[in-house]
């Protein structure tokens, strides 16, 4: 079953949302933003991971990082991300954060992937 992650970074730490689609479940995750939490985020990844990432300074580097790890990493335009919402509020009932409707829906989108 696929695993959908959305990450959003920060100078000092990372929030996660992991969506799975078949069974509506979200889980919301932190980590350090230090070498020791990107090792340990990167041994919780698998084959069936699809990562989005918002475009932002450093997205290169975290995309080279984790591109060997995930069945996909997609690098998500800011502009469309807002079309969506802040993930403040709740955009649809069943699906809450702008991540996770990016995932959900990613063909709908305009996706950058590198490679």
């Known amino acids: 079953m696929p695993r959908y992650i959305g990450l959003d970074l920060h100078r000092r730490y990372v929030h996660g949302c992991e969506w799975i689609p078949?069974?509506?479940?979200?889980?919301?995750?932190?980590?350090p933003n230090s070498?020791?939490?990107?090792s340990q985020?990167?041994?919780?990844?698998?084959?069936d991971c699809w990562i989005a990432i918002e475009v932002t300074g450093n997205v290169f580097q975290v995309y080279d990082l984790l591109s060997?790890?995930?069945?996909?990493?997609l690098l998500a335009n800011p502009i469309e991300l807002k079309r969506l919402g802040s993930g403040?509020?709740?955009v649809d009932p069943i699906v809450k954060t702008r991540f996770e409707v990016f995932l959900s829906y990613c063909s709908s989108f305009r996706v950058t992937t590198r490679g």
């Open 35 to 38: 070498r020791d939490g990107w």
């Open 41 to 47: 985020f990167i041994a919780s990844l698998d084959s």
């Open 88 to 90: 403040r509020h709740e």
């Open 22 to 31: 078949e069974t509506q479940h979200e889980r919301h995750f932190r980590f």
């Open 68 to 73: 060997p790890h995930a069945a996909k990493v």
